[in-house]
């Protein structure tokens, strides 16, 4: 049957995840990463991919997303080690306002879906990021 009425398409992504996929980046405000996070019966190790150490919260690690004189291809391959060293850990991604964002030489986008592991993008407001889908656990 043909569908005759206009069909809403909505700008942002409204579908949940039963948890971060690797490969699969979600967003999230740090209040809404936070509630999440709590809902899961895993306690994952995090680690915030920042501009800088004091921005971690949580009682996450830190992973420095810039640093001054290392060139982009530098902090992709201390990411590159990270994964390696910590091959279960979840990253955060820090791309809140008044963040300095990662350094890299790929495309963000690219980069965070090629890891193979699980990815959360804190954001500022994640209804107005239509780059990832929002994290949010069904009730």
Not at 27 to 54: G, H, M, N
Request: with cysteine; net charge negative; charged share 20%.
């Amino acid at each position: 049957m043909r569908r005759t009425e206009p069909l809403h398409v909505d700008e942002l992504w409204h579908h949940s995840l039963p948890m971060p996929m690797p490969n699969q980046p979600v967003c999230a405000t740090e209040l809404e990463l936070v509630e999440q996070l709590d809902k899961l019966s895993i306690s994952p190790k995090i680690f915030i991919w920042t501009d800088s150490e004091r921005r971690c919260t949580q009682d996450w690690e830190f992973i420095a997303s810039v640093r001054q004189g290392v060139p982009p291809q530098g902090i992709e391959a201390e990411l590159t080690a990270w994964c390696e060293q910590y091959p279960t850990a979840w990253l955060v991604v820090d791309l809140r306002d008044g963040v300095i964002p990662p350094s890299t030489a790929r495309p963000l986008t690219d980069v965070l879906s090629s890891i193979g592991r699980q990815v959360i993008v804190m954001v500022s407001s994640s209804s107005n990021n239509s780059d990832w889908p929002q994290w949010q656990l069904p009730l």
